[in-house]
């Protein structure tokens, strides 16, 4: 299914309501949600904002809604000094390396917990 389609109807709107929302017409949508007109940057990214995700999610690039909420960039840079600003795109096997890289952390921790309660 469409990522527009599907985010629309998660939030219970048809396809005028959005249309309206976003500032085109519910024909407009349907040609989008149907894949027989190409997204505009402009319509891309009132979208995104609007469902709170990436334009990457919104046109199927990524499993991830919205990875600076997912992965909580504004909390870690306190702990690790950086921000959101430092970084650019980051690619698919980018972050497959930082998702590998985290799954390592975290079971190397579990190892450690287990090891230091004797369990």
Known sequence: MNK?????????LNQ???????????QALGMYENEKRGLDTKTASILADYFGVSVDYLLGKSTIRNPEKEFNFE???????????????????????????????LKDNLKNKENDCGC
Request: proline content about 0%; aromatic content about 6%.
């Open 75 to 105: 909390h870690d840079k306190i702990r690790i000094g950086l921000s959101t600003k430092d970084y650019t795109n980051i690619t698919e096997d980018q972050k497959k390396q930082i998702d590998d890289f985290a799954k390592y952390i």
């Open 4 to 12: 527009i389609k599907q985010l629309r109807e998660e939030k219970n």
């Open 16 to 26: 005028i309501e959005l249309g309206k929302i976003i500032g085109v017409s519910g």
